[in-house]
């Protein structure tokens, strides 16, 4: 009887703990839900919208550009400022800005407007994206931080998965504006879970790096904009040329800078880790192969079989909702099997899948053909997310957690970026729109050279280091 009295102090504290850890994941998870999620429902709605703004084509060009291009640009930026003002009064600032640019969104009447509430929608989420992570890693005990980290994962995971979706969904039962209005209450809730769980940290540096901030915003910005560019202008266009060149300038002036700054942005000893270097070639090969494949696949659905957006989302769902249960499983035992086992079977397991879609796709193929190759291919990134973002951060310093998150992060989103642009620019160069042989024809060769770039990949991670010198 005194045995088990003894007992149960110990096992209040355990469950007070698991309970907050719940409460933490809430509070980083549902943020990150709701950018992944904005940064592809409007896919599914853009006729629509279309329609009832009487925008142009340029126009929706940018309504999806509006946003990827400063949440890409700004992710380096925000963690920063965060290591430097807070990471959750940051946090909480991209979360409040998200919530009034959808309120925004919601109410436009022109193309301009929402245009310009989406670059905000894509700023704030800049804020948001990588602190989630930091913010997470900090407040969980260290022997727990992998399984949060893959729990964390697949609540990403599902917001890229769903995106098109719930777009979908959201189009044929409300009204377009909807898509934005359901992030107002979200994000409220959210507000107020990250004020009340989340704990404040900061990183290493007090003093701000100006130039630092301008010349890496100001380089991803050129960069992710030319590579956006690149398959519609034509990659040999002075418009193209001139901002892929100008951002590889500034890129190199900011890399130069950071060595000589004295509290810098980006401390590029974080670079001598091999652990952090090598996982960072993973993650842009990675995500420039599976995006850049997933583009081009959800629209072999609509353009050859004939589906409605919504149906064609459905479709990817085997492989798109897969890392939502692998993630989590993969944050479980990743300290038991090794990052880099998880990290490199991923990689294989992806690369599979993807070149087996390849393979498989003609203009009469049936979709029982292609299942088994999309789960196939969620099981890889499934297997990839969590491990990548644990490894980027066990690569590093405490106080550089931040930064690192926020570079990882930046390196994603340049990833799917050069991803859609090169695998668009194969399937331009092969076939196009003007029949479904002749999207077959572009589509086959350009998700070939996306299994490629991620088994090349696969091949980097086999020499990520081993779970005993994770820091190296």
Do not use: C
């Amino acid at each position: 009887m005194s045995t088990l009295t003894m007992d149960r102090p110990g096992q209040h504290e355990e469950h007070k703990r698991r309970r907050n850890i719940g409460w933490i994941l809430a509070a980083v998870g549902i943020p990150v839900f709701m950018v992944t999620l904005d940064n592809l429902v409007v896919t599914t709605a853009l006729p629509v919208i279309r329609t009832s703004l009487g925008a142009s084509i340029t126009d929706l060009q940018w309504f999806v550009n509006a946003y990827t291009l400063p949440f890409a640009a700004f992710l380096l930026t925000a963690a920063a400022l965060g290591d430097r003002i807070g990471r959750r009064r940051m946090f909480i600032a991209g979360i409040a800005v998200f919530t009034l640019a959808s309120a925004a969104a919601a109410i436009a009447v022109e193309p301009w407007q929402l245009i310009a509430a989406r670059s905000v929608q894509g700023l704030a989420g800049a804020a948001v994206a990588p602190l989630s992570l930091t913010l997470l890693a900090q407040a969980v005990p260290d022997r727990m931080r992998s399984a949060a980290v893959g729990i964390w994962g697949g609540i990403s995971g599902l917001g890229v998965a769903v995106g098109p979706v719930v777009g979908g969904a959201v189009v044929e039962g409300l009204d377009w504006s909807w898509i934005f209005w359901l992030n107002v209450p979200v994000g409220v809730l959210a507000v107020v879970l990250a004020a009340t769980v989340l704990p404040e940290s900061r990183g290493g540096a007090v003093r701000l790096d100006p130039l630092g901030l301008v010349l890496s915003a100001a380089g991803m910005l050129l960069l992710v904009w030319g590579v956006i560019d690149g398959p519609d202008h034509g990659w040999t266009s002075t418009r193209v040329l001139s901002m892929l060149t100008g951002g590889a300038v500034l890129i190199a002036a900011f890399i130069a800078w950071q060595w000589r700054a004295k509290a810098p942005m980006l401390p590029l000893r974080l670079f001598r880790s091999r652990g952090f270097s090598l996982v960072n070639v993973v993650t842009l090969t990675f995500s420039a192969g599976a995006f850049g494949s997933v583009f081009l696949l959800a629209q072999f659905f609509q353009v050859v079989q004939g589906l409605s957006p919504l149906d064609a989302g459905i479709r990817t769902l085997p492989w798109t909702m897969a890392p939502m249960v692998v993630a989590p499983l993969a944050g479980i035992f990743a300290d038991r099997l090794g990052l880099r086992n998880l990290i490199v079977a991923g990689q294989i397991s992806l690369a599979a899948g993807v070149f087996w879609i390849a393979a498989a796709t003609t203009t009469t193929v049936d979709y029982s053909d292609l299942v088994i190759a999309f789960v196939l291919a969620g099981i890889g990134m499934g297997l990839t997310f969590a491990p990548i973002s644990t490894m980027a951060l066990a690569s590093t310093e405490e106080n550089l957690r931040g930064v690192a998150s926020g570079a990882n992060n930046t390196i994603r989103e340049l990833g799917v970026a050069v991803g859609v642009a090169v695998l668009a620019s194969v399937f331009s160069s092969n076939g196009g729109y003007a029949s479904r042989e002749s999207f077959v024809d572009g589509i086959v060769p350009a998700v070939m050279v996306g299994a490629a770039i991620i088994a090349v990949g696969a091949v980097i991670a086999a020499f990520l280091p081993g779970r005993k010198a994770a820091g190296s």
